[in-house]
């Protein structure tokens, strides 16, 4: 496509996700959950089409020369899709939260001043990969009350396509508007660089993928951003803990699924528990291929541990310290405690997810309070730091931002908050 021709097609799509954005804004919630329940079982009922197009996505990716975390990224299949369907039926059955008022209180003037929740109107995402952001894009901002307007990656386009066309078709069906999700239909990069510049139809913009695309988007938006760049996630094995906890943890942690930005990347251990606990996390590593980046009081252990010797210990480095691998290889370090632990988080955090086991009551409540992250967790792995897994229904992505969203963006990241005042002729003197 010509510049022109994207750049009128982008138009267009703005026109009417902002026509369908007044349409879902006074949209009943009966209406929009029946929308998602009919998702729902179109979902049930397309295994066959979303098969195929799946599969052609993936057969492309894979001649593309594309790494196996990346091609992972692309599969639907049974457990993906119900899962899907589950976040649909979850979200259908939630309180709808439109137009729901909060804080009213009468003032000494007579008036009452309270807060509704609203829908924020149009949304842009930007997404990588994963085909199933469509299914969770789309239902929240069905069940927000919201327009979006979709752009997925040049990898996964047949299931994206095929995914859109079942929402449009749920929408229908419940009597909203078609228009309410839109799939830009074109992998011309030209369309993510008008999306982003669309104010006057699109009112905040959503990335969800590698760091270099939302660098990008945050750079050139001229729209506000919900984002986070990369998810360096710490679990920090504190003194005292339950020993067998901690390596359970620390496993499902780190080796449960290498790619998503939930996963730990750096295990911080505390100098006392330090002997007991690494030869057997690290014999677990070991078995199942993670290369672990060691400081030196650490490698020190493994290296002198029968069970763990020739496991594959690296030095690290400053960088270590920072990075976000989303493959089998982990950050390890020895701290003297908590004190440590927290500063050492505090400085080398994506702020996404980090998460403390202990049996002492006093260090998890310090450690809530002190780190500075979207998720903090007490003896829970970081892979829970999910929408889905929150009871969210779903999610939209995670932000890393303090404003407007923190954390696993659901239903109540998509609305905004209107004042509203109640009065009975009231003058101001």
Known sequence: ?????????????????????????????????????????????????????????????????????????????????????????????????????????????????????????????????????????????????????LRGGSEAIESNKALAAIVQQALVSAGLPADAVQLVPTTDRAAVGRLIAMPEYVDVIIPRGGKGLIERISAEAKVPVIKHLDGNCHTYVDAPCDLDMAVKLADNAKTQKYSPCNATESLLVAAEMAEAFLPRIGRIYKDKGVEMRCDAASRAILAGHADTRDAQLVDATEEDWSTEYLAPIISVKVVAGLDEAIAHINRYSSQHTEAIVTTDHIHAQRFLREVDSSSVMVNASTRFADGFEYGLGAEIGISTDKFHARGPVGIEGLTSLKYVVLGQGEVRG
């Open 1 to 149: 496509m010509s510049t022109q021709d994207v750049n009128e097609l982008m138009q267009q799509m703005g026109e009417r996700a902002r026509a369908a954005a007044t349409a879902m804004a006074r949209a009943n919630a009966a209406s929009k959950n029946a929308a998602l329940r009919e998702l729902a079982r179109l979902l049930g009922e397309s295994g066959a089409a979303l098969d195929a197009a799946n599969a052609q996505d993936i057969a492309r990716a894979e001649t593309a020369g594309l790494s196996a975390p990346m091609v992972d990224r692309l599969r639907l299949g049974t457990k993906v899709v119900a899962t899907l369907q589950e976040g649909c039926l979850q979200l259908a059955a939630m309180p709808d939260v439109i137009g729901t008022i909060q804080g009213l209180q009468e003032q000494p003037s007579g008036i009452r001043v309270g807060q509704m929740r609203v829908p924020i109107g149009v949304f842009g995402m930007i997404f990588e990969s994963r085909p199933n952001v469509t299914i969770e894009a789309a239902s929240l901002s069905i069940k927000s009350g919201n327009a979006c307007i």
